[in-house]
């Protein structure tokens, strides 16, 4: 089996007194999209913001293409792994000042933002345009656009289609799959089963801070349907 370009290993964190997340294990394959289901407070953001190095562990490692995520440079360990929130924050300004802020200072670079625009699935006319006057459906693209200025080798998303329409959610969906065909990472906690069976090629389900299943998105989210509510 090719090495992961993502993995966590028995990862622990605890909030306020309380575990969060519960020696998690998870591998994410480049190219793939990977899920993660589960109830409303089972982790899958801790989760995530504990693999983009924003949470300290209790226990456990992160490795990023084989690298301790200790080891990296907090900077560089954002640029190969980068997350795009729930919902999104535009800061003031035009959508191409948004991609400027992703990337280091003095790194501005009309080519990287067009470039990553496009990725996006964004017309490069977008860049002009005032970013708090998008609908939701362009800010999430917006937000993946800025998180690709970087040129991560993982990208990781926060329920990306929570907050869409089903036509912007299939757009979101389209655009998973593409990066992964690109060789990315895309690393997904969603509540959405129907997307994630469609664009998953692997899942796992946690629950009160544990892995409880893991393996095709199809086994995952039968293993989630079965459980009592
Ligand atoms: N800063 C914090 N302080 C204390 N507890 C926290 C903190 N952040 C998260 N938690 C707790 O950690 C648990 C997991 O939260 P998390 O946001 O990761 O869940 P989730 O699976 O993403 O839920 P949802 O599906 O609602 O987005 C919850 O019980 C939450 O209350
Ligand atoms: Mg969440």
Redesign the pocket.
Known sequence: MTPALLELDEVSLS??G?V?LDRVTLRVQAGQVTAIV??????????LRCAVGLDRLDAGRVRVDGHDALELDPRVLRRRVALVA?HPVMLPGTVADNLAYALPAGAVDGEAARRSLERAGLDVSFASRVAGELSGGERARVAVARALTRDPVALLL??PTAALDPARAAGVEALMRELAGLGLAVLV?S?DVAIVRRSADAAVL?EA?RVTASGTAADVLDAWAGRPA
């Open positions: 909030r306020g309380r969060v589960g109830p409303s407070g089972a982790g899958k953001s801790s989760l729930q926060d329920e906690a509540h946690l801070g």
